[in-house]
């Protein structure tokens, strides 16, 4: 069988008719296989090689200026504003003095190089005497002639409503130094700016109003719980407003003396665990809810005093941090003793009926 087919004759291939179906995939063979790459059904695409030599720029002439966004930026390097530049004014004390600090001083919170004061841990010092008398002068003139009572009817009508663009929210934080840039920057197209106060600030609400008008320069024409509406005046120019550098991130918190103490002043130890446990086991007077409104909390306080001598704050969810915050404001204005922060839970001790009577 074999030789059979080794002695077939071989046949040349021949041209076939065009109907022939055999035809077609001859042809598509021939023109897969064809040695020319100009053959047009089947062109050869070659894809654009990239040059390893780049062109040369072409330099630019002399007349057109070359622009650098780093060396024309102005960074604000002086301010003039008569105060010490902290995070928070209303929220720090100044009299305590940290013992201790969890960052270098030299590593200030507006970035290098961009204030000419050094920073403290705690502030930037004002570099040279401040004259107050004629901050006070330059400050009347900005505010100009009182408001009447219905031009202050007027804005209070447009900016005190929960839906006004024009707001800002005052947290934990307090009145902080970067809130006074966008005081200023509302100021550019509005009158007033309307401040909603949240937190631990609304326990001393006298305080986060005085501060505000110190810092900016501008007056309060309405306050109705945590709501404040804050003047810019007659004569505000937001052309010529004062240069407030920003704080590129929040400093560090520096350490502090501890705030309780393992035994109360005018107490021994026995004393001071029998009130601790007294305060636990008693009810409590409130509830405060986190970012709450605590503007009642002092005067609660101040007549659960009269009758009680350990009174018990829940501040559920509230947080650690706020807690003692809230630990501390309450003992400057009530006045009272902090004697125990527990599982969210705050111990007051209203002191000695003896040592008030003295002073």
């Not at 004569?235 to 550098?245: S, T």
């Not at 004393?271 to 970012?291: C, Y």
């Not at 704050?313 to 006045?335: A, F, N």
């Amino acid at each position: 069988m074999l030789a059979k087919l080794l002695s077939w004759p071989h046949k040349t291939l021949t041209k076939t008719p065009i109907s022939s179906p055999f035809s077609c995939f001859s042809r598509f063979i021939s023109h897969t296989f064809s040695n020319d790459p100009y053959d047009p059904p089947f062109t050869i695409t070659s894809k654009p090689t990239k040059s390893k030599h780049k062109p040369k720029k072409t330099p630019k002439s002399p007349t057109e200026p070359i622009e650098n966004p780093i060396k024309d930026l102005k960074l604000p390097s002086k301010s003039n504003l008569p105060f010490d530049f902290r995070y928070s004014y209303s929220e720090s004390n100044q009299p305590i003095e940290p013992i201790g600090y969890r960052e270098p001083k030299r590593f200030s919170p507006f970035g290098p190089g961009r204030l000419d004061r050094k920073w403290t841990g705690t502030a930037a010092p004002v570099q040279s005497e401040v004259d107050m008398e004629k901050v006070t002068e330059e400050r009347n003139r900005t505010l100009g002639e009182p408001l009447t009572e219905e031009e202050v009817a007027e804005l209070v009508e447009r900016y005190r409503h929960s839906d006004c663009s024009r707001q800002i929210n005052l947290g934990k934080g307090g009145v902080t130094h970067n809130m006074l840039d966008d005081i200023h920057n509302h100021w550019k197209r509005a009158e007033a700016v309307r401040i909603k106060c949240l937190g631990v600030p609304t326990l001393d609400m006298d305080n986060v109003c005085f501060h505000l008008e110190d810092k900016s320069g501008g007056k309060i024409i309405y306050r109705h719980i945590n709501i404040l509406l804050l003047y810019r005046g007659r004569n505000y120019d937001p052309k010529n407003r004062v240069i407030i550098p920003r704080m590129l991130w929040k400093p560090y918190a520096p350490i502090y003396p501890k705030l309780v103490k393992n035994i109360a002043d005018g107490l021994t130890f026995e004393e001071t665990k029998e009130m601790r446990n007294r305060g636990l086991n008693s009810p409590a007077l409130m509830k405060l809810t986190r970012n709450g409104v605590y503007v009642n909390v002092v005067e609660r306080v101040r007549e659960a005093f009269k009758t009680e001598e350990v009174v018990r704050v829940e501040c559920t969810h509230v947080g650690t941090s706020d807690c003692k915050k809230i630990g501390v404001k309450l003992r400057d204005l009530v006045p009272c003793v902090p004697i125990l922060f527990k599982d969210e839970q705050i111990i007051l001790w209203r002191g000695r009926r003896d040592q008030e009577l003295d002073l």
